[in-house]
């Protein structure tokens, strides 16, 4: 199973990037893939691309503020968590996933 | 021959009592009636009556006409409008300018502790406290103190006599003071006092046979303050109050010792904030002033005379809150916030010990305020650039120093011209350079000879009407016309290096020749006082202005005739693009980053240094700390400014590479385009801060004793001051608080990362705190938290439209950014946040967040 993610918080400094970190290495600890776009301060980084969204079997957004470019996700299951819910336990959003969708 | 002018009132605080009393005093020496007319409120007004004057309510930018009769018409009225234009603004004090800022936020222990506080004007910073002290003025003042009503002629001479007696007392406390607005305060009492409408009125009202003198002085202060209260303007309002002050200290006078005080006289036995209506400016200069810790002022507002005099002292105060007098009860503890404009009776624990933090963290900032003050300007890799001050008035000297100027880089001594009839004599201006070079302290003070022209005119300097001043008869180019004025100038400099490192600098010069001719003027001096055999220096340096491009192109031969340069950059960039700087149209393409620009300022350099001379620059671009890093890689020796911008400059300075300015400077001289120059800078501050810079120990402090997360806030925007990271404490804390009410930046794990975008931010910065008790945050997992990361970061403003600012990070910062965001994924590993937690001091913090960075 492979999903996307897309963090941003309010000031774009901290809880996008520690969010991000976060569901990269309990991705790899779960053997789930996972890329993770993050809109920060600094702008888009590590931008989804349409085979990357068309490939995902959903769409995690870790988000504290409304999500740039959120029509690319149109049709996608969406999970939409607050980015320190992200920091605080990932493990319980990838089982979640996991469960509902059979996987 | 009648002779009128229109103008917009300049002064920003309206025309109160003191520049009342300056225009008064100017018109009071022409023969003719001057007529001070209000051309918005149609009120007009006998020039030579201050009260008169005030009572037009005359405001900021207030459309008025001045029209003087008799033979002196035209001169006087030019020397009038000299007066009004030029000389009051620069009169305003400084106490008054450093008009009290906007309330800003309420520190939010206030609000979550929910203390009872009052909301007032700030009107004085610091944090005071005391018990509170009601002054109450007791019952109204008394209609008659004389007794029986005597005839109207003796009762006319104890007026006088007491109005004599009064003003001699008044005189001569203004001559024991030593301090500018003590003195000014009391002579604007004196010019009410010696005011002809006041003396008319109480003469009038004692010749009506129904009153005595005292009653008559009473009288005549309640018309002239109801005629200033009839105003809205608050400014009027506090004048209302002179006025009083003095009737009833008249009065009192002329009832004699017998007859019960006026006013009663302030006693204090303990530490107090004094609480008072309104508190009379004679009251505040004669009460002992030992245990008053704190003013609150209920009525008055900030420009009241007491409030100005009590900010000069560094004494708390807070204006402006109808009510509070009632709600203070005698003796209990007040805290007052001047600063923020802010007085808690009855502190809790928690907002006590709030402030105790807050006063010590002002204590410190002020400590190493002056401690920086004293260092040199100088580069992160040691290359010394001098920063110092441009003034005009050695009034600011003292301050300037203050602020940490290395010296005067500019004075101007034109504005000792303005407003007057004839230029000042030798012996004037020696005192007065003399009294620059003694009080400088050693440090050099370069004065610049008179810079006059079309756009200043002076009665007594016969200037034709230019069509284009700026490329007219200024500067060094009147010399030559106006040796005499210039010859006595520089013998006065002559005289007074004597005493100090002065330095002499000529305007305006365009030529090798005008330069030979000044210094010729100079010899000449020299040759006369020794002929005379009146002490002087002899060696005195002597320099020119660079401001003109065809002298911008030679300085290497101007070096024959000049022992320093001092680019006017204001100048040189008008005459450069052939733009004037007062023209909204074009102004804009005065750009100082334009390649054409930098090639000047270089060749001026490069001409100065290849000669072994010394180049300075005194324009405005020297206070832009974004252009900084051009001006050192250019090679300029001296930056001077206006002094507030002196601690931020060097501030900035200490944390630039000399060299890499140079090879910034050098990558863009070929450039064609401004914007070209604009990007290599934003990059070039964006490498500036290195990863290395963004924590030093000075940030980090492992035995916090903040106990709430008020604290906690308190104490990482006060490291971050102490580290010479922040421009003002008391913003990065509230924006601290605005980033934590969008949502709690505890994370759980025991850990918080506090973090703000701000201007108030210096340099990208990460603090650390590690509390000695865990401190409650509302963390995601309830948690309290060991452990505080402060990430701070530059902000600029940026408005779209009628939409409030939003902060953004400056362009420079996006390089500190980059490892921010990598410290901040680093964050969520368990083992960087133990070794945090575990570290045995900030040098280990120190190394694991910069091996953080790093990854």
């Not at chain 2, 309510?57 to 409008?81: H, N, S």
């Not at chain 2, 003469?203 to 009153?211: D, K």
């Not at chain 2, 001050?389 to 301050?399: E, K, S, V």
Request: charged letters at 25%; one cysteine or more; proline letters at 6%.
């Amino acid at each position: 199973m492979t999903l996307v993610a897309v963090t941003a918080c309010p000031t774009g400094i901290a809880h996008t990037y520690m969010a991000a970190e976060q569901l990269e290495r309990t991705g790899r600890k779960l053997g789930i893939k996972i890329k993770v776009e993050t809109q920060g301060a600094m702008g888009i980084e590590n931008e989804l691309s349409a085979a990357d969204v068309r490939d995902a079997a959903a769409v995690v957004l870790a988000v504290g503020i409304p999500v740039l470019k959120r029509e690319r996700f149109d049709g996608k299951k969406i999970y939409e968590i607050s980015p320190q819910e992200a920091i605080k336990s990932p493990e319980a959003l990838f089982v979640r996933i996991k469960d509902e969708l059979g996987l | 021959m009648a002779f009128e002018f229109e103008f917009a009132f300049p002064l920003p605080l309206g025309l109160h009592a003191r520049p009342a009393g300056v225009i008064q005093e100017k018109a009071e020496s022409f023969a003719g009636d001057v007529v001070w007319e209000n051309l918005r409120n149609g009120l007009a007004a006998d020039a030579k009556s201050v009260l008169s004057l005030v009572a037009t309510d005359t405001r900021f930018r207030d459309p008025c006409r001045v029209r003087i009769a008799g033979p002196e018409g035209a001169e006087a009225g030019r020397e009038l409008r000299g007066l009004i234009l030029e000389t009051l603004p620069r009169l305003e004090s400084a106490a008054e300018e450093a008009a009290p800022a906007a309330a800003s936020d309420i520190p939010r222990i206030l609000l979550a502790e929910k203390a009872v506080f009052f909301r007032g004007v700030p009107a004085g910073p610091g944090i005071a406290r005391g018990a509170a002290f009601i002054h109450d003025p007791g019952p109204g003042e008394a209609e008659d103190r004389s007794g029986p009503v005597r005839s109207p002629e003796v009762e006319t001479a104890a007026f006088r006599a007491a109005a004599n007696d009064l003003a001699a007392g008044i005189l001569g406390r203004r001559e024991q003071s030593r301090e500018r607005t003590e003195r000014a305060v009391l002579a604007a009492h004196l010019a009410i006092l010696r005011d002809r409408a006041f003396t008319a009125k109480v003469e009038e009202i004692i010749a009506s046979g129904t009153r005595g003198a005292a009653a008559a002085a009473l009288l005549a202060g309640r018309h002239f303050s109801e005629m200033l209260s009839a105003s809205p303007s608050p400014y009027l309002q506090e004048r209302m109050a002179d006025v009083r002050d003095i009737s009833r200290r008249l009065a009192a006078r002329i009832a004699g010792p017998a007859a019960p005080a006026s006013e009663p006289e302030i006693v204090l036995s303990e530490p107090v904030i004094l609480a008072a209506e309104d508190l009379s400016p004679s009251q505040f200069i004669l009460m002992d002033k030992t245990l008053l810790r704190g003013l609150i002022l209920e009525k008055a507002g900030v420009t009241s005379h007491t409030l100005i005099l009590c900010r000069t002292r560094g004494i708390p105060a807070m204006a402006g809150c109808p009510g509070i007098l009632t709600r203070l009860r005698p003796g209990e503890a007040v805290l007052l916030d001047g600063g923020r404009g802010l007085a808690v009776p009855a502190p809790s624990a928690a907002v006590a010990r709030y402030y105790e933090r807050e006063a010590a963290a002002e204590e410190k900032r002020a400590g190493l305020r002056r401690a920086r003050a004293v260092l040199p300007g100088r580069t992160a890799d040691g290359r010394r650039v001098e920063i110092a001050a441009n003034i005009g008035d050695p009034q600011d000297l003292a301050g300037a120093l203050a602020e940490g100027a290395e010296g005067v880089g500019l004075f101007r001594t034109e504005l000792l011209l303005l407003g007057r009839r004839s230029a000042p004599d030798e012996e004037e201006q020696t005192a007065l350079y003399t009294r620059l070079a003694t009080e400088s302290g050693g440090k050099p003070v370069i004065v610049r000879t008179f810079d006059i022209g079309g756009d200043k005119p002076l009665p007594f300097l016969p200037l034709p009407a230019e069509s284009n001043p700026f490329l007219g008869f200024r500067g060094i180019r009147l010399y030559e016309r106006f040796a005499d004025l210039i010859l006595v100038q520089m013998r006065a400099l002559l005289r007074a290096a004597a005493s100090g490192p002065l330095k002499i600098m000529v305007p305006m010069v365009a030529t090798a020749e005008e330069l030979v001719a000044a210094r010729g003027l100079l010899e000449k001096a020299r040759a006369g006082l020794a002929a005379a055999g009146i002490p002087h220096r002899p060696d005195v340096e002597f320099g020119m202005m660079v401001e003109v491009p065809s002298a911008a192109l030679i300085v290497d031969r101007l070096a024959d005739y000049a022992d320093f340069f001092s680019v006017g950059s204001n100048d040189l960039l008008q005459y450069t693009f052939a733009a004037d700087r007062g023209n909204p149209a074009v102004r804009g393409l005065n750009r100082p980053l334009h390649p054409a620009f930098l090639r000047l300022l270089r060749s001026v350099v490069d001409g100065a240094h290849e000669r072994g001379r010394w180049v300075g620059l005194c324009g405005e671009i020297a206070a832009e700390s974004r252009l900084l890093p051009v001006l050192v890689g250019l090679g300029f020796d001296e930056l001077s400014m206006t002094p507030s911008a002196v601690p931020d400059i060097k501030a900035r300075l200490r944390t630039l590479d000399g060299e890499a300015c140079r090879e910034l400077v050098r990558g863009v001289l070929t450039s064609g385009l401004v914007r070209e120059v604009e990007e290599a800078l934003d990059g070039f501050s964006a490498a500036g801060p290195s990863k290395d810079g963004l924590i030093v120990p000075a940030l980090v402090n492992l035995r916090s004793t903040s106990r709430t997360k008020f604290e906690a806030l308190q104490e990482l925007a006060a490291l971050l001051e102490g580290a010479d990271r922040a421009a003002d404490r008391a913003e990065v804390e509230a924006a601290l608080w605005r980033r934590e009410d969008t949502f709690s930046t505890g994370i759980g794990f025991g850990m918080a990362i506090p973090h703000c975008l701000s201007p108030a931010v210096r340099a990208a910065s990460v603090g650390v705190l590690r509390f000695e008790n865990p401190v409650a945050w509302d963390s995601a997992d309830g948690r309290p938290v060991e452990l505080a990361l402060m990430l701070a970061i530059p902000a600029i403003e940026k408005s779209k439209g009628d939409a409030p600012a939003e902060q953004h990070a400056a362009p420079a910062e996006q390089g500190s950014l980059k490892y921010l965001a990598r410290l901040s994924r680093r964050l969520v590993h368990d083992e960087f946040r133990d070794g945090l937690k575990a570290a045995a001091d900030a040098a280990e913090v120190v190394r694991l967040v910069s091996a953080a960075l790093a990854d």
